[in-house]
Each structure stands twice: as C-alpha cells, then as structure tokens.
C-alpha cells in the first residue's frame, strides 16, 4: 500500500515539475483573464452559453491542477506552508461559488478577475517582485513619514502666503496638501507658480525647493530601498534554487561545514583511539 502511494505521488510530482504542465496552467489563467474581458463587451447570446461552458471548465481544470500539486506533497498539509500555495487555494475555492443571476453574481465576476494574479505563483520573477514589495513597504515607511512632514511644512507655509492670491488652491492646510501633491506630480504646477509669482516675485524658491525634495531626493531614496530589497530577493531566490553566485556560495559555505564537522568526528574519533592505546 506505501509503495502505491510512493508510486502515485512521484507520479503528481513529475507532472507538478513538467514544463508542459506549468505552460499550460499559465496559457490557462491567461486565457480565463481574457474571458472576464469579454465578458464586459456586449455578447451575443449565443455566445453566452460557450462562455459559461469554457468558465466551468477552466474552473474544473483549476481544481485538478490544484489537486495535483497537493497530491506531490509528502504531507497534505505541507501545501498550506507556502502563502502562495494559500494564496492560490483561496482563489480556485471562491471560483466555485456560481455565476448565474443570483445575489452573489456580482461578487463572483470580481473574484474572477483576481485569477490572474495566479500568474505570480507561477512565475518566479513576479514573485521576486512581490516579495520584494512586500519587504520593501516597511522601510519605506520612514521616507513617507518624512515626506510628509514636509508636505505639512509647506503645505502650511503656503496656506499662510498665498491663500489671499486663490482661496481654492490654499484655502486651508487639506486644500494646500492637494495643491502640493499636484505640484510634485508636475501636474500643471507651473501655472500654479506663475499665479503667485505675479504677487511674491520670489516664490518659485518655494516651489523649486519642495520639487527638490519630494520629486529627487524622497523619490530617489524610496527607488534605492526598492532596488536595494529587490537584490536581496533575487539573492535569496538564487540560494534557495541553487543557482548563479549567491547559490554557489550558500552551496560552498553548507558544504564547508559538513566537512568542518567531519573533522571534528575524526578529530575526536583519532584522540578516543590514542587514549585507548596510551591506557
């Protein structure tokens, strides 16, 4: 019996592994984000009838394939372990509640959408990149702290000078904020300048300033911790893989200390035996 679920589970784990299969898992999840699309633009009916035929089958392909990677795991609960596995699992469960003109028709279009986001767990890279977001929004956390310091300093300095030249734009500390965000975003900022340059001559040193420090420095700084945390992902990746310089690192420095703790056995195996014979 152990030797028929070791058979069968080498097996799920051949096709779990198969390029063929990861291929068409992702074709799949394309290709159901491109029958959500469809389903926005005004169909013909008898094209409604396909669609919802092709929705249920790529909902039962989802759940085979889905079936399939927790069939290769040793443990059935060694699925659950990875928040992508979770993650997937969540999205192919709520892709069972039905799409007919219920209440919960709304809500199941919109879950869905969401099956595209299977593509990060299946692509390595997109998962760098989210992990490298995920890990990168605390640090930046500080830098925001900081820029909003500023936009407050200045969002109340120009409240102060120039609510007299237009109250719609620095009305109040809120409406001066929104000014600002417009400023550092260049949306039409200039005329915003000019406006008070008419009455302060020496104005555009506030704004050039508050460009300075928002759209260079604050942007840059978040742009380094980004780039910064994705090389520390791609590193990680790379050990855990066993590839590029990083791998071959992790693999030098884990086998180094196997041999270091060889040693040590023999080291203490020889002294054992040298004791014995002086005895």
Not at 187 to 202: G, N, Q, R
Not at 222 to 235: A, K, N, R, Y
């Amino acid at each position: 019996m152990t030797t028929t679920v070791t058979a069968w589970r080498d097996r799920f784990i051949a096709i779990r592994s198969n390029k063929v299969f990861e291929i068409s898992v992702i074709s799949i999840i394309i290709f159901s984000a491109l029958l959500v699309g469809a389903s926005t633009y005004n169909i013909d009916p008898n094209w409604l009838g396909v669609m919802a035929v092709l929705d249920i089958s790529i909902t039962i392909f989802f759940l085979v394939e889905l079936s399939i990677r927790m069939a290769a795991e040793k443990r059935f609960l060694n699925f659950f372990k990875s928040g992508w596995n979770i993650f997937d699992f969540l999205i192919v469960s709520v892709s069972l509640i039905p799409v007919d003109e219920s209440e919960m028709v709304l809500l199941a279009r919109l879950l869905r959408i969401f099956r595209v986001l299977r593509l990060i767990s299946f692509i390595p890279e997109l998962r760098i990149l989210m992990n490298a977001l995920a890990t990168a929004i605390p640090r930046m956390g500080y830098v925001v702290l900081l820029m909003f310091i500023i936009f407050y300093i200045y969002a109340a300095i120009g409240s102060f000078l120039f609510e007299s030249i237009n109250s719609v734009l620095w009305g109040d500390l809120s409406i001066s904020l929104l000014t600002l965000f417009r400023v550092a975003t260049f949306e039409d900022w200039t005329d915003v300048m000019y406006e008070t340059m008419e009455v302060y001559p020496f104005s555009w040193i506030y704004y050039l300033t508050f460009i300075f420090l928002t759209a260079f420095v604050f942007l840059n700084m978040m742009i380094g911790i980004v780039l910064d945390t994705m090389q520390s992902e791609h590193e990680k990746f790379n050990r855990e893989e066993g590839i590029g310089e990083a791998g071959e690192v992790h693999w030098i420095k884990e086998n180094s200390i196997r041999m270091n703790e060889r040693m040590e056995r023999i080291e203490m195996m020889l002294s054992q035996i040298v004791e014995q014979k002086k005895g």
